[in-house]
């Protein structure tokens, strides 16, 4: 099983300042990587310092949402809704 963890930026713009003022470490997705069973594939994307591959073949997506950047996870979501 594929497994794919994103961490959504404010808005899809890498160069946002809030990134370079505050990094805060995505540490409840890491945590979900840590229980899932060591058989499973993950991969995970950090939005805020990275572009999301949407082609690659997966199984499941998880996506880790702080109110700030909720209009973005949804924008996600909807991609891979597609």
């Known amino acids: 099983m594929h497994i794919t963890l994103i961490k959504p930026s404010f808005s899809g ?3 946002e300042l ?3 003022v505050n990094k ?3 540490l409840a ?3 979900v990587a840590g229980l899932l069973p060591s ?6 994307f950090d939005d805020r310092i990275e572009a999301i ?5 997966t199984d499941l997506v998880g996506i880790t949402v702080d109110t700030y950047s909720a209009k973005r996870a949804y924008a996600i979501a909807h991609e891979y809704h597609k």
């Open 13 to 15: 713009n890498q160069q």
């Open 18 to 20: 809030y990134l370079f």
């Open 24 to 26: 805060i470490e995505p």
């Open 29 to 31: 997705i890491a945590t």
């Open 39 to 44: 058989t499973y594939d993950i991969t995970f």
């Open 53 to 57: 591959v949407y082609n690659n073949t």
